[in-house]
């Protein structure tokens, strides 16, 4: 992860004009959707961001249990008393940290992807919430290109 990630989401909120927890939000999910296409889908994964550090974390959810019946999602008390939580007991859930450095290059493209996709879905939903109050009012802009159906006009907004 890159070190100064927080200063990243920063610039692109600042550029964007997209409220921070979107952003997080859009990393944390492309972090999960990267570590299931690596590790499995059947694991119980979760994806935080953490400022401190500046990364995003993943964690696999582990069930404390007696006598394994899923070895993907669950861990038997001495071990989860060993490696993972020396006070543990039977029905915790506990978090072990996943190594987000073993993602292959196709998982690393989808996470791209996805954090681009909800960059620009938040980036659309900000500029329709800003024009929607004023249909009906004559306006004029610039075409800037076709796209299919559609037709984009910059209307001169420099903010």
Avoid at 1 to 16: A, F, G, S, Y
Avoid at 18 to 37: F, G, P, Q, T, Y
Avoid at 107 to 116: D, G
Avoid at 140 to 158: A, M
Wanted: aromatic share 4%; hydrophobic share 40%.
């Amino acid at each position: 992860m890159l070190p100064d990630l927080n200063r990243v989401i920063e610039q692109v909120c600042k550029e964007k004009g997209i409220n921070r927890d979107i952003i997080v939000h859009a990393l944390e999910d492309a972090m999960l959707s990267a570590a299931k296409k690596t590790f499995g889908q059947e694991k119980n994964i979760e994806a935080k961001f953490n400022p401190e550090v500046g990364e995003v974390e993943l964690f696999e959810i582990k069930t404390v249990v007696e006598k394994i019946e899923d070895p993907l999602n669950q861990v038997t008390l001495e071990e989860a008393r060993r490696e993972l939580d020396p006070e543990a007991e039977i029905g915790d859930q506990l978090l072990a940290k996943l190594p987000p450095e073993k993602f292959g290059r196709i998982a690393a493209q989808a996470a791209k992807q996805n954090i681009i996709q909800r960059v620009r879905d938040a980036e659309r939903d900000i500029i329709y919430n800003e024009f929607k109050g004023r249909k009906g009012e004559l306006v004029s802009g610039i075409v800037q290109r076709f796209e299919k159906k559609n037709i984009i006009v910059n209307l001169g907004r420099t903010d």
